[in-house]
């Protein structure tokens, strides 16, 4: 037979134990709109609901941009990609290489859309490595 406060003790702990097994949260999106800039970070999201399309920042692949502080030949690019769905359906993966100082942001059309790269920051200094987690590019979605 338990006692009353082994009883207390046994619920105690069957609740904490259902608060810790929860599934996993869905990846958060941002909310974004045609036309307008937005950051995102790596493995980050934004949702544009008026097109339910989703651009996700999904890696650099390049960061050969002259470091602040040094003299360099060639002024370098740098690549971000982005994975792009529509109404859930992957629409593909897309790199959008910008070179510094171009007038241009880097752009790629798809599926009545183009998705213009038009910064990534943060810039590259010599003094230090950029890791992954810390780039931020800035997109811009427009209807064609």
């Not at 360099?72 to 990609?81: D, L």
Request: proline share 5%.
């Amino acid at each position: 037979m338990i006692s009353k406060c082994g009883f207390v003790f046994a619920m105690a702990g069957m609740l904490f134990l259902s608060g810790c097994i929860q599934s996993v949260p869905e990846k958060m999106e941002k909310e974004a709109f045609l036309g307008e800039p937005f950051r995102l970070k790596i493995s980050e999201a934004a949702l544009i609901k008026s097109e339910n399309l989703t651009i996700e920042f999904t890696n650099v692949t390049e960061d050969s941009r002259c470091p602040s502080g040094s003299a360099c030949i060639w002024a370098g690019q740098v690549t971000a990609v982005a994975r792009v769905s529509k109404e859930g359906r992957a629409l593909g993966n897309y790199s959008l290489t910008r070179m510094p100082g171009a007038s241009l942001p880097a752009a790629i059309a798809f599926d009545r859309y183009s998705i213009s790269l038009t910064a990534i920051d943060p810039y590259p200094e010599t003094s230090r490595k950029i890791e992954k987690a810390e780039y931020v590019a800035t997109f811009v979605v427009s209807r064609e």
